[in-house]
């Protein structure tokens, strides 16, 4: 479900619907910018990508990548209470192109690995389509009024991992190094794939959030109170009351 019943209090909602209702904080809009398009997308997937041209996956990731660059640029010269709900749309289009350049690297690696079966790689980007059909489907499932979720602080472990895995992946590199180069390159499959489907949770979330936002916005805390009264307007045309 998108749109909620019009016949509700903001007060009434479940906390897990007013989360993602939340925009993202516009005090950190350009630090997130700028981290998830120069340093996971970018500097990440230079060298997998580019280091060894390979006309199929340059052709198919470089223009999603000037793309999210251009628009990274032009948000980051803009004032950020400005773009409160562009910014969720553009970590959505981040996490498209984060999710299938990642995976695209990663079916390079074993494209340089010597699979040339036609059939893996349609095999491959079955999984990959049906799989980003599950994740938006679960993210339709959880936010809709009749789940049954409920908010959970991250777990303390999760933090630890993740601010573990740069410096052991370095570690584990070193090591590898002096394995032959057909375990190195699955190692590194390994790793690009995963990160596809991290990006593709983002590129889920963040899709059903924009316009979860934009079908809601009358329940919706913007900063901007202009943009928030522009869209309440258009809104109103439609019969939608502000029920806060």
């Known amino acids: 479900m998108i749109q909620l019943p019009q016949n509700l209090k903001r007060k009434q909602l479940p906390g897990h619907i007013l989360f993602q209702l939340e925009p993202l904080s ?36 470089l ?31 981040a996490g498209l192109v984060g999710s299938i350049c990642y995976f695209v690297a990663g079916l390079k690696q074993i494209y340089l690995l010597g699979m040339d079966s036609l059939g893996f790689y349609l095999a491959m980007a079955a999984i990959y389509l049906v799989a980003t059909c ?21 777990p303390a472990w999760h933090y630890a991992v993740a601010s573990i895995a740069i410096p052991a992946g370095y570690i584990a590199s070193k090591y590898l190094m002096r394995l032959s180069e057909s375990i190195i390159s699955l190692s590194i499959t390994v790793v690009l794939l995963l990160s596809s489907y991290g990006f593709m949770w983002l590129f889920a979330k963040y899709f059903h959030k924009y316009f979860f936002i934009k079908k809601n916005i009358q329940y919706v805390k913007l900063a901007n109170k202009e943009v928030k009264d522009k869209l309440m307007h258009e809104l109103a045309k439609k019969g939608v009351k502000n029920n806060e």
């Open 26 to 61: 516009y005090d950190d809009h350009k630090m997130q910018i700028s981290m998830v398009t120069f340093f996971l997308i970018d500097a990440l997937l230079i060298a997998p990508l580019f280091v060894i041209w390979v006309n199929w996956a340059s052709f198919i990731t």
């Open 63 to 93: 223009p999603m990548m000037i793309i999210i660059n251009i628009w990274a640029i032009a948000l980051l010269f803009r004032k950020s209470i400005n773009i409160e709900i562009e910014t969720i749309l553009f970590v959505c289009y």
């Open 134 to 154: 599950l994740f938006v489907f679960h993210q339709f499932k959880k936010y809709s009024l009749g789940s049954n979720f409920k908010q959970k602080e991250t």
